[in-house]
């Protein structure tokens, strides 16, 4: 069996959750500076909040995530339910990017 080994750089700080995609074709990680959507196939990936983000999931679609520990105001903790980012934001012409 093959196994492809791939690392996800971007994080300027602590990971500290990950979650795949239903489908796979996604990875979303949450961490000191906040949560990112992967492309698991190519590593691509875009920094989508930059507020601490201690846990992420998928709902079983794959259409939201879940998003916790995003800082609301500094008096709460809060689980945030969003809409699945897409990987890349379309523009003119869509390019792969990493913030």
């Known amino acids: 069996m093959k196994c492809t080994i791939r690392s996800l750089t971007g994080h300027s ?4 959750d990950v979650d795949w995609s239903p489908n796979g074709g996604e990875v ?4 000191e500076d906040g949560f990112r959507v992967w492309d698991s ?12 983000t201690s846990a992420v999931a998928y709902n079983p679609t794959g ?8 800082i609301i105001d500094s008096a709460n903790l809060a689980i945030t339910v969003i809409d699945s980012p897409p990987i890349v934001l ?4 869509p390019t792969p990017t990493l913030p």
């Not at 979303?28 to 961490?31: K, L, T």
């Not at 196939?41 to 601490?52: I, K």
């Open 90 to 93: 379309p523009t003119g012409t």
């Open 13 to 16: 700080g602590v990971v500290y």
């Open 41 to 52: 196939t190519t590593g691509t990936g875009r920094l989508v909040n930059s507020t601490l």
């Open 28 to 31: 979303v990680s949450g961490g």
């Open 63 to 70: 259409t939201q995530l879940a998003v916790g520990g995003v």
